[in-house]
């Protein structure tokens, strides 16, 4: 494996400013880093009939069209923390609560197919940002939603899936 340090743009509330990131890129890893917001990967959970697909970014018209992941997580094969997030709507996430422990967890991009088992489910309060947390030690797939997701207006819980 090889590990480049790039630049990755975030917008601030006055313009835009740039942290350092490292990507770790291997012979079946990451061929280049997708531009935020478009889409780069198809995710699948068969057990609940989820064929979505993944956008590299977290903006409100990302979830409309599908799955977002975070800006700060690492992509699949890079060995580090994957989080992506999506709405708890009838055609997204809305079955998610129903993935238990050994389903499988499929993400197809162009540079590979990803094949994840579910360790763990947890439900937690919106706040509870370690529950997610970002680490580059293990390539852990973390997928969540609004909870409980047959309620109306704003979820202060996240449903969250943990895969390996």
Request: include cysteine; hydrophobic fraction near 35%.
């Amino acid at each position: 494996m090889k590990r480049y340090q790039v630049w990755r743009g975030f917008i601030s509330t006055k313009n835009i400013e740039y942290e350092p990131i490292d990507l770790v890129l291997s012979e079946n890893g990451l061929k280049q880093k997708p531009l935020i917001n478009s889409k780069y990967a198809q995710l699948k959970i068969e057990k609940i009939n989820v064929d979505l697909p993944i956008y590299y970014g977290e903006s409100l018209d990302v979830l409309k069209n599908g799955i977002g992941q975070h800006l700060v997580s690492y992509f699949p094969g890079e060995g580090g923390s994957i989080l992506c997030m999506g709405h708890n709507y009838i055609k997204y996430l809305k079955r998610l609560p129903e993935v238990e422990k050994g389903d499988k967890i499929v993400v197809e991009t162009d540079y590979g197919t990803f094949e994840y088992t579910v360790y763990n489910t947890k439900i937690v309060h919106e706040t509870d940002v370690d529950e997610a947390p970002i680490q580059d030690k293990e390539e852990i797939f973390m997928l969540y939603t609004c909870y409980p997701t047959n309620g109306l207006g704003h979820a202060t819980q996240r449903f969250i899936v943990y895969a390996k």
